[in-house]
């Protein structure tokens, strides 16, 4: 962990002098989600969703591909939530021949890419300033409660459908399999689930997040302060800048297999800067004692806020709910990897039997956790799988 911190120190100092005078690698690495879409060509839209609480989430949308404008068959909705740290640039990190939402649209589906509070263009509220303690006083229960319910009611208020396809990867999966557990009329809105490296129980993690585990909340408090955990600006913004300079990039390519384990044969390093800048964002410092809960105990609950009197404040009862899995029915299919740090094969063990209807599953062996999105084999090992598993639906679309 000490490590991790003087290296980022490093990467911001260098970062802010290469961001001033060095040559741009990738045009991408310096864009938001909209403008990569445009980049590209394809048709973007951009909305804006206020969950209960009063966070203004952005939701990105490529309607079409460059093909299929012209369409009149319905379109099918889509809907991508990234993980931890990520942004919806996820989705797009690669080229369009490699990226998963890039591939949808072209296949004719109407695709959509959430934002969780906190990321980089998710910092604003109706009332509170991101520079407050307040702003950041939220874990992923409040993403499971309100963010989720929230984006996928506008989109499908938008679109006028009573069903969407999901897909999350990393935290969009535990969002996935809270909110579909717990929210039965948000769940009967899923038509499929589809979980790209699943997380549930973090207890077996590897690297960076396995380290983690051993600090205590008020370490992690100490370290990181009470707001947001490792600012956008020295993640993204410096970040990408730094993993432009050839020889910083074996650092940047280690700080990321630190994070969700090491397959040097699925890596682009030509594009660490764009990967390092759209998939290595903000969060809540909360967040992260959140999931140093869980990896302790091995159980998904919620926020655990540190006595049975406060939990019994907060929950009515003196141990915080869990999250059980065994009550998600939507129909769901599940991608993982051997080589995945942060969505173990031992964690993933004890997933699958907790979902009782598990219609798919693809192990495959040389994937870390950024593959399924970033890989150089992603398209024929994950995209191309999907279409197929939608291609299967299709013949019930409830419009």
Known sequence: MLWLLRTMCLIHVLG?????????????????????????????EE???????GYILPIN?????????????????VFCQHGLLATPGAWVSNPPVNSLAFILAGAGYDVWMGSSRGSTWAKKHVALNPDSKEFWDFSFDQMIKYDLPATINFILDK??????????????????????ATNQTLAEKIKLNILLAPIYSVQHSKGISHLA?????????????????????????????????????????????SMGGYSPDQLNKSRLDVYVKLNLAGTSVKVLIHYNQVGRSGILQAYDWGSPSLNMQHYNQTTPPVYNVEDMKVPTAMFTGLKDFL???????ILKPKIH???YLKTIPDFSHFDFILGLNARKEVSEEIL?????????VQL
């Open 213 to 257: 585990s051993y600090l205590t909340p008020t370490t992690i408090k100490l370290l990181f302060g009470e707001k947001e955990f490792f600012p956008t600006v020295v993640f993204s913004e410096v970040g990408a800048c730094v993993c432009n300079i050839n020889f910083f990039t074996a650092i940047c390519a280690a700080i990321m297999g």
């Open 61 to 77: 949308r490529i309607p079409h591909g460059k093909n299929n404008a012209n369409s009149s068959a319905p379109k099918m909705v």
């Open 47 to 53: 909305y804006e969703v206020v969950t209960d609480d």
């Open 357 to 359: 209807n598990l219609t």
């Open 159 to 180: 679109t006028g459908q009573k069903q969407i396809y999901y897909i999350g990867h990393s935290q969009g999966t535990l969002l996935a399999i809270g909110a579909f």
């Open 343 to 349: 969505s173990d094969p031992e964690d993933v063990e």
């Open 16 to 44: 802010k002098i290469f961001c001033l005078f060095g040559p741009k690698k990738n045009p991408e690495a310096h864009m938001n989600v909209s403008e990569i879409i445009k980049h590209w060509d394809y048709p973007s």
């Open 388 to 396: 197929t598993i939608l291609r299967k639906y299709e013949g019930d």
